[in-house]
T-cell receptor, first 115, second 111 residues
């Protein structure tokens, strides 16, 4: 399967716990985007990363949220001290190169539920 | 003003008809335009992308771009019930990092 992979597909956390979402880009892709989608709302950009480098994190909340894309391994979106408002679908997308001329392909998403 | 605007619908068309989905964008510097299909509970799936003014056809799908009017559309010919989904429009400036998505148009194809 050469597609974008995300895990876990479903994640339940209690308020105050940490959530870690993982994304492995499509083979040959080195650029990763994270989005959040709330019910009945559109996709909201959070962060754009290349290997070992955060390119644009302007869409990510300043507190509790962080992202990384290490040299080896998947990209990780980390949410500390989760609150109910963090419940959403989180999608990762990858593209082969930088810039909007290249289309993005989405992973299956992680559905986060905060109880 | 939102970066990308779409009519949320729902849009209903009979099977076999042409479905027309529309999208407007605010940034005249936008250069790349994408249409995604999203089934309920699933992830967005890329249908088409278009960079130049005019029409681009791929099977039953035609994307149309008019940069002067800041307008992009998607036509689905011979609509099938399996086309029932939410269609997302996305735009990007080639030099930019962000893809801006509309909130989507819900399409229902009635058998």
């Amino acid at each position: 399967n050469a597609g974008v992979m995300q895990n876990p597909r479903h994640l339940v956390r209690r308020r105050g716990q940490e959530a870690r979402l993982r994304c492995s880009p499509m083979k040959g892709h080195s650029h990763v985007y994270w989005y959040r989608q709330l019910p009945e709302e559109g996709l909201k950009f959070m962060v754009y990363l290349q290997k070992e480098n955060i390119i644009d994190e302007s869409g990510m909340p300043k507190e509790r949220f962080s992202a990384e894309f290490p040299k080896e391994g998947p990209s990780i979106l980390r949410i500390q001290q989760v609150v109910r408002g963090d419940s959403a679908a989180y999608f990762c997308a990858s593209s082969p190169a930088r810039g909007g001329a290249y289309e993005q392909y989405f992973g299956p998403g992680t559905r986060l539920t905060v109880t | 003003q939102k970066e990308v605007e779409q009519n949320s619908g729902p849009l209903s068309v009979p099977e076999g008809a042409i479905a027309s989905l529309n999208c407007t964008y605010s940034d005249r510097g936008s250069q790349s335009f994408f249409w995604y299909r999203q089934y309920s509970g699933k992830s967005p799936e890329l249908i088409m992308f278009i960079y130049s003014n005019g029409d681009k056809e791929d099977g039953r799908f035609t994307a149309q771009l008019n940069k002067a009017s800041q307008y992009v559309s998607l036509l689905i010919r011979d609509s099938q019930p399996s086309d029932s989904a939410t269609y997302l429009c996305a735009v990007n400036r080639n030099t930019g990092n962000q893809f801006y998505f509309g909130t989507g148009t819900s399409l229902t194809v009635i058998p």
